[in-house]
């Protein structure tokens, strides 16, 4: 059936090849006496009861689609087919060479392809629609897609900052980044990892103040007690931004994070209560971390899963030399900070 829609779309007979695709696509298979849910193509491969190239056919779907579609129609079908898991990480440029003959009106299908996804969410679609603007109007237009559609698709800032990044553009970072952290909402942990690029361009072009504004965005952004410590790397950081983290954490959004794994652009910076415990702890709140390390037991005043590394934290806290010892380095790695140096 494969090889015989090829041979259709090899002789130009997208008619008759789109019918076939779609049926592939859409069928079931049923076990006899099993009370499973249904298999489609993607299972039986993934179960290697049949052998298909899934990246193959799905590039010749597309392409047979766009052969058969009105040209207002192209690009809202096409786009259907990204529910699908092997359309996932598809390039739609490569789409265009799929079958023997050139495609035409792409000029069409491109604007219509980049509107669409602009209102589209989801980590597919932002990769998607970053490609599409990269081939048709380069990293400016990326830049431009970004301010256009920061609420959507927030990541094309990091994406366009990825791009600079290729050739060293340090400047452009820096200012994509100064732009981004106005615009994205802080609570969106996306925001902290475009702070810390651009932190990374500032510290190259050797602009300090901008530096430790960045590393301080990128903590409000995602606080994490790495994003914490990092505001302890300098005294002038510590002075001018360390001292703050603690009135940050009053307006934590509270709660167990939850990751969108279709959506992680959009995933926002909630803390547990763990996390914000330990945080407390390095901001100085002692007495906070006591009242929730309390066993009411009585016998050691703190609670079994805080013990390990309570006690590793106070032996870190506590430790005045400039460079580690391996001891110290020991204990750092046991509760997950490898890059202590």
């Known amino acids: ?7 259709c779309v090899d002789d130009r007979k997208y008619q008759e090849a789109s019918l076939i695709y779609e049926w592939i696509w859409e069928m079931e298979v049923f076990a006899e006496e099993e009370y499973v849910d249904p298999a489609d193509l993607e299972v039986l491969v993934e179960k290697e009861i049949v052998t298909v190239d899934l990246k193959q056919l799905a590039l010749l779907t597309l392409y047979v689609d766009y052969q058969v579609r009105e040209p207002e129609e192209r690009a809202e079908d ?3 087919y990204f529910s699908h898991y092997a359309f996932h990480d598809l ?23 980049i509107s669409l996804l602009k209102t589209k969410s989801g980590d597919t679609e932002s990769r998607l629609l970053k490609e599409a603007v990269l081939y048709r109007e ?15 698709h927030p990541s094309l800032y990091l994406e366009a900052m990825n791009e600079y990044d290729k050739n060293y553009g340090y400047s452009q970072i820096e200012k994509i980044g100064e732009n981004a952290i106005e615009k994205i909402d802080s609570k969106l942990i ?20 901008k530096l430790m504004l960045f590393c ?3 903590f409000r952004s995602d606080s994490t007690v790495r994003n914490l410590l990092r505001l302890f790397a300098t005294r ?3 002075e001018q931004y360390g001292i703050r983290a603690e009135k940050a954490l009053a307006s934590r959004i509270k709660g167990n994070p939850i990751t969108s794994i279709r959506n992680y652009e959009l995933n926002q910076n909630i803390i547990n209560n763990y996390t914000y415990n330990e945080l407390n702890f390095y901001t ?13 037991s009585g016998s050691l005043g703190w609670s079994n899963c805080f013990v390990g590394e309570g006690i590793c934290l106070f032996l870190l806290y506590l430790f005045e030399d400039a460079v580690p010892s391996k001891a110290a380095k020991a204990v750092a790695n046991s509760i997950g900070f490898s890059g202590l140096q």
């Open 1 to 7: 059936m494969l090889r015989f829609a090829k041979d």
């Open 78 to 80: 096409i786009y259907l």
């Open 91 to 113: 390039h739609i440029e490569d789409m265009f060479h799929a079958g023997r003959e050139n495609l035409t009106e792409t000029e069409q299908f491109w604007n219509d392809w």
């Open 138 to 152: 380069g990293i400016e237009g990326l830049v431009k897609m970004a301010n256009d559609n920061y609420k959507v």
């Open 190 to 209: 996306i925001r902290s990892k475009i702070a810390l690029k651009a932190a990374c361009a500032s510290s190259y072009l050797n602009h300090t103040e």
């Open 216 to 218: 301080w965005e990128s």
């Open 236 to 238: 002038e950081m510590a």
């Open 284 to 296: 100085g709140n002692f007495k906070a971390v006591k009242a929730v390390s309390k066993n009411p």
